[in-house]
């Protein structure tokens, strides 16, 4: 991975959302009484955000492997018949 891939991961809308979600669920973490309901929620919706993001990103990373196999498919010159 170089270093244009991270700065277009940063500059990502999914990867702030997904880092908001976290953030979000994190506060409620701490905001709310030690093994309530609320506590295991905002867990799991911090950590929900994270498996989100992942699925999201692996999503968008084989729909871009595969319109580039496409084209590597479609480049090559057709073979000669004998």
């Known amino acids: ?6 700065i277009r991961k940063l500059c ?16 409620a973490f701490i905001h709310s009484p030690s093994g ?8 799991i919706m911090s950590f929900g955000a994270v498996v989100a993001y992942i ?3 692996g999503l968008a990373d084989a729909a871009g492997a595969k319109v580039n196999m496409l ?6 010159p057709p073979e000669e018949e004998p």
């Open 1 to 6: 991975m170089n270093k244009q891939d991270w």
């Open 12 to 27: 990502s809308r999914k990867f702030w959302m997904a880092l908001a979600g976290f953030v979000a669920g994190l506060v």
């Open 36 to 43: 309530s309901t609320e506590a295991i929620t905002s867990l």
């Open 55 to 57: 699925v999201g990103e």
């Open 71 to 76: 084209y590597l498919k479609e480049d090559k």
